[in-house]
């Protein structure tokens, strides 16, 4: 979307923009066929799909439909409207494309981890920021403050469990019945 990177001069700090947190999301995602390379289906976000944001299993793309903190006040700055929708995690059939369920944030999340052996996508927040009043706020006013983490039934989007007492760094790694940090 060309007039969205020219409104929040995203990722024009030399590195894409990924450590100053303007890193823009993609407007579509889609699947085609591997063989006719045809096109299978491309849904469009309400926010934005980010790159990082998607994870794939047992015929179900999870996809994060959201913008960053300070892409979302660089669109708003230039006076640009946005959706009244809260940024989600989406659970698309991979065959058709099609909303299996969907699970606002109160959050932001950066990527999405999934197990198929346990049916489970861990989405989690790293540093507190919270999804208030159509904007972004930092939770807490320190550094490394505690994130929060859920867990999501693959199937259908119920939360199975939640934590919030520490900080953690991504990526993460779901091996058997551990999550791994960053920092193990």
């Known amino acids: 979307r060309p007039k969205d990177l020219a409104d929040a001069a995203a990722g024009f700090d030399g590195n894409g923009g990924d450590w100053a947190g303007d890193r823009m999301p993609m407007a579509w995602i889609f699947a085609s066929d591997r063989k006719t390379g045809k096109l299978k289906w491309s849904p469009k976000a309400d926010w934005g799909f980010l790159n990082r944001g998607v994870a794939v ?16 006040t660089k ?18 059939d991979l065959n058709t494309g099609a909303d299996r369920w969907r699970y606002p944030l109160d959050v932001l999340v950066k990527t999405l981890h999934y197990s198929r052996e346990r049916d489970i996508l861990v989405v989690a927040c790293r540093h507190r920021i919270d999804w208030k009043d159509q904007s972004w706020v930092l939770a807490e006013k320190k550094q490394n403050g505690a994130g929060k983490m859920r867990g999501l039934r693959g199937e259908d989007g119920k939360v199975l469990w939640e934590v919030s007492e520490m900080p953690y760094a991504h990526p993460l790694i779901i091996i058997g019945d551990l999550l791994i940090d960053r920092w193990g």
Request: hydrophobic share 45%.
């Open 75 to 92: 669109l708003k700055r230039a006076g640009r409207s946005m959706p009244t929708t809260s940024p989600s995690v989406l659970a698309l």
């Open 57 to 72: 299993g047992k015929g179900t793309v999870f996809a994060l439909d959201l913008v960053m903190e300070e892409v979302l």
